[in-house]
C-alpha cells in the first residue's frame, strides 16, 4: 500500500500536524504501508526532521507569489501559494507514482483540491479538527469533536467513513508506555511541566516561567520543554541555568515520560492537550491560535483542564496568583487528573480500529 501525505509546517502553522501526520505514518508503517510525504517548503518547514525518521519527503517549492492571495478560508494564505498552484503541483510530484491513499492535514485545503487528485489517488482521507469547509475524501479522521458527531454531515460525501472525538487522538508509542505507570496526581506539588509546542514565537513559556518564578517555590522542580525551532530557546535556557530547581529541554524524545512524572503542567492548546489527557496531567491552559480556542473552552467547561483563555489576555499579573491557587488545590487537580484519564480511556483500541480500516480501504 502507497501512501502520501500533504502536510506542511511553518512558523505560523507550527509542527503540530506534521507531527501529527509523523505519528500516522509509523503507525502505518509498521502495517507494511510504504509513506511518503509531501511538503511545501516554508520558512520553518520540517522537512529535515521528517527526513530523520525515514520518510521520503516530495518538496515543494518555497512561496514566491507577489499579489494577495485569494482568501477563500480563513487559513488560505497559510498554502503561501493559490489553491490550484499547490493542487497542480502536488498532482506532478504524484503523477509518477502509485497512490493507494492520499491523506491531508491542511486547514487550506479543501474539497476543490481534492476533486483535482482524485484521477491521481485511489482513496483521500482528510484529517481535520475546524470543520469549516466541504471535503470530496472517502475517510475523515477530527480528534476533537468532543460533542458534535454530526458536524460534518454536510460537509463530507455520504460514503465517508468518519472517526471522530478523542479515541482517535494520534499518540506516538511512548504515551501507551507510559500509561501503564500512570497514577492520580493526589499529594503536594512537587514537579511542574511548561511545554506551549515546537515554535511558540509568542513566548509563552516565558510568560509561564516568569510567573513561577514570582512565587519563589524552590521546593518545586519545574521542566521547562521547547522545540529546536523555538526562537526564545537561548534566553530561556540562561534562565533555567540559574535555578536549580528548572530543568530546560530542547527537542526531546522523552516527553510522556516527563509528562508522567510531573503533578501538573502548564501549556496551550493543540496536540499536546490529548497527550497530557491521556496521561491523566491536570493543566493549566491557555490557547496560543484561533482553531484551538473552542477546544480549549469545551474541555474547560468540563473541567478537564484550567482554561485562562486566549494568550494575548492571559497576563503575567493575574496568572501568578491563579498557579499559587492552582498548587493548593488538590482537590482540584484530582478530579482533573481522573477526567482526562477516562477521556482518553478507549483510545488505543478505537485507533487501531482505524488504522485497520485506512489499510483495507486503502488496499
Same mark, same amino acid.
Given at each position: 500500500?502507497?501512501?502520501?501525505?500533504?502536510?506542511?509546517?511553518?512558523?505560523?502553522?507550527?509542527?503540530?500536524?506534521?507531527?501529527?501526520?509523523?505519528?500516522?505514518?509509523?503507525?502505518?508503517?509498521?502495517?507494511?504501508?510504504?509513506?511518503?510525504?509531501?511538503?511545501?517548503?516554508?520558512?520553518?518547514?520540517?522537512?529535515?526532521?521528517?527526513?530523520?525518521?525515514?520518510?521520503?519527503?516530495?518538496?515543494?517549492?518555497?512561496?514566491?507569489?507577489? %499579489?494577495?492571495?485569494? +482568501?477563500?478560508?480563513?487559513? #488560505?494564505?497559510? &498554502?503561501?501559494? !493559490?489553491? =490550484?498552484?499547490?493542487? @497542480?503541483?502536488?498532482?506532478?510530484?504524484?503523477?509518477?507514482?502509485?497512490?493507494?491513499?492520499?491523506?491531508?492535514?491542511?486547514?487550506?485545503?479543501?474539497?476543490?483540491?481534492?476533486?483535482?487528485?482524485?484521477?491521481?489517488?485511489?482513496?483521500?482521507?482528510?484529517?481535520?479538527?475546524?470543520?469549516?469547509?466541504?471535503?470530496?475524501?472517502?475517510?475523515?479522521?477530527?480528534?476533537?469533536?468532543?460533542?458534535?458527531?454530526?458536524?460534518?454531515?454536510?460537509?463530507?460525501? %455520504?460514503?465517508?467513513? +468518519?472517526?471522530?472525538?478523542? #479515541?482517535?487522538? &494520534?499518540?506516538? !508509542?511512548? =504515551?501507551?508506555?507510559? @500509561?501503564?505507570?500512570?497514577?492520580?496526581?493526589?499529594?503536594?506539588?512537587?514537579?511542574?511541566?511548561?511545554?506551549?509546542?515546537?515554535?511558540?514565537?509568542?513566548?509563552?513559556?516565558?510568560?509561564?516561567?516568569?510567573?513561577?518564578?514570582?512565587?519563589?517555590?524552590?521546593?518545586?522542580?519545574?521542566?521547562?520543554?521547547?522545540?529546536?525551532?523555538?526562537?526564545?530557546?537561548?534566553?530561556?535556557?540562561?534562565?533555567?541555568?540559574?535555578?536549580?530547581?528548572?530543568?530546560?529541554?530542547?527537542?526531546?524524545?522523552?516527553?510522556?515520560?516527563?509528562?508522567?512524572?510531573?503533578?501538573?503542567?502548564?501549556?496551550?492548546?493543540?496536540?499536546?492537550?490529548?497527550?497530557?489527557?491521556?496521561?491523566?496531567?491536570?493543566?493549566?491552559?491557555?490557547?496560543?491560535?484561533?482553531?484551538?480556542?473552542?477546544?480549549?473552552?469545551?474541555?474547560?467547561?468540563?473541567?478537564?483542564?484550567?482554561?485562562?483563555?486566549?494568550?494575548?489576555?492571559?497576563?503575567?499579573?493575574?496568572?501568578?496568583?491563579?498557579?499559587?491557587?492552582?498548587?493548593?488545590?488538590?482537590?482540584?487537580?484530582?478530579?482533573?487528573?481522573?477526567?482526562?484519564?477516562?477521556?482518553?480511556?478507549?483510545?488505543?483500541?478505537?485507533?487501531?480500529?482505524?488504522?485497520?480500516?485506512?489499510?483495507?480501504?486503502?488496499?
Amino acid at each position: 500500500m502507497n501512501v502520501y501525505i500533504r502536510v506542511d509546517a511553518s512558523n505560523e502553522i507550527g509542527s503540530g500536524h506534521v507531527m501529527r501526520c509523523l505519528t500516522l505514518a509509523e503507525k502505518l508503517h509498521l502495517h507494511g504501508a510504504s509513506v511518503t510525504f509531501i511538503c511545501r517548503e516554508h520558512v520553518g518547514h520540517l522537512c529535515e526532521l521528517i527526513e530523520e525518521k525515514g520518510f521520503l519527503v516530495l518538496k515543494l517549492p518555497a512561496p514566491t507569489w507577489d %499579489a494577495p492571495l485569494p +482568501l477563500l478560508t480563513p487559513h #488560505s494564505h497559510w &498554502l503561501g501559494v !493559490p489553491l =490550484f498552484i499547490d493542487a @497542480r503541483q502536488t498532482k506532478a510530484v504524484l503523477r509518477e507514482h502509485s497512490v493507494d491513499l492520499l491523506i491531508i492535514d491542511h486547514y487550506a485545503i479543501y474539497n476543490e483540491w481534492e476533486r483535482n487528485q482524485k484521477d491521481i489517488a485511489k482513496r483521500i482521507m482528510v484529517i481535520d479538527d475546524l470543520a469549516d469547509r466541504k471535503h470530496e475524501c472517502d475517510l475523515l479522521m477530527d480528534p476533537t469533536a468532543l460533542d458534535a458527531p454530526y458536524r460534518y454531515r454536510s460537509l463530507v460525501p %455520504a460514503h465517508c467513513s +468518519l472517526f471522530l472525538g478523542p #479515541s482517535y487522538v &494520534l499518540l506516538r !508509542p511512548e =504515551f501507551y508506555q507510559q @500509561r501503564y505507570q500512570m497514577k492520580l496526581r493526589t499529594g503536594p506539588v512537587k514537579r511542574i511541566f511548561i511545554f506551549f509546542g515546537g515554535f511558540d514565537h509568542t513566548n509563552e513559556t516565558g510568560k509561564a516561567l516568569a510567573s513561577f518564578l514570582e512565587l519563589e517555590r524552590h521546593d518545586i522542580e519545574v521542566d521547562v520543554v521547547v522545540g529546536k525551532s523555538n526562537f526564545h530557546k537561548h534566553d530561556l535556557k540562561a534562565i533555567c541555568d540559574q535555578y536549580s530547581n528548572l530543568h530546560f529541554h530542547c527537542q526531546i524524545t522523552n516527553i510522556a515520560i516527563l509528562m508522567r512524572r510531573a503533578d501538573f503542567s502548564i501549556g496551550a492548546g493543540g496536540t499536546t492537550t490529548w497527550e497530557r489527557c491521556y496521561l491523566g496531567l491536570p493543566a493549566i491552559v491557555w490557547s496560543i491560535a484561533a482553531n484551538q480556542k473552542a477546544i480549549c473552552e469545551n474541555l474547560g467547561r468540563k473541567k478537564i483542564i484550567k482554561y485562562l483563555g486566549e494568550n494575548h489576555t492571559v497576563k503575567q499579573s493575574s496568572l501568578t496568583p491563579q498557579l499559587e491557587k492552582f498548587i493548593e488545590n488538590e482537590q482540584e487537580r484530582v478530579e482533573m487528573s481522573r477526567l482526562a484519564a477516562v477521556l482518553m480511556k478507549d483510545n488505543l483500541v478505537n485507533l487501531q480500529t482505524m488504522i485497520e480500516d485506512i489499510m483495507k480501504m486503502g488496499g
